[in-house]
């Protein structure tokens, strides 16, 4: 399984921006699909996001369309999600999430990173 770190959380004011890092080690990264989830005080767990490590295609939900963007960095195995336009909706935890490519499971995770939009 692949380990991952998050990092970039933070306070911002809506209409902010901020990047959020997830470094990720373990087994080859282009067999994985990776993927950002959030999950905000009395909702369950969101997905969010997903990029296909080996070729880079990438998939969203509608609310964050146009104002998210998830992408990597194969030279530091980093996972990134920039956010743009906050909303204080988007106040969450955020997490990085692998799984093998093919499969249904998202079987690693990061320990999440706290983001909270000020309205």
């Known amino acids: 399984q692949a380990q991952l770190v998050e990092s970039g959380g933070g306070l911002v004011q809506a209409g902010g921006s901020l990047r959020l890092s997830c470094a990720a080690s373990?087994?080859?990264?282009?067999?994985?699909?990776m993927g950002w989830f959030r999950q905000a005080p009395g909702k369950e767990r969101e997905f969010v996001a997903r990029?296909?490590?080996?070729?880079?295609?990438?998939y969203y939900i509608d609310s964050v369309k146009g104002r998210f963007t998830i992408s990597r960095d194969n030279a530091k195995n980093t996972l990134y999600l920039q956010m743009n336009s906050l909303k204080a909706e988007d106040t969450a935890v955020y997490y990085c999430?692998?799984?093998?490519?093919?499969?249904?499971?998202?079987?690693?995770w990061g320990q999440g990173t706290q983001v909270t939009v000020s309205s």
């Open positions: 373990g087994r080859a990264l282009s067999r994985y699909t």
């Open positions: 999430a692998a799984r093998p490519n093919g499969e249904v499971v998202w079987g690693s």
């Open positions: 990029i296909s490590w080996i070729d880079g295609i990438t």
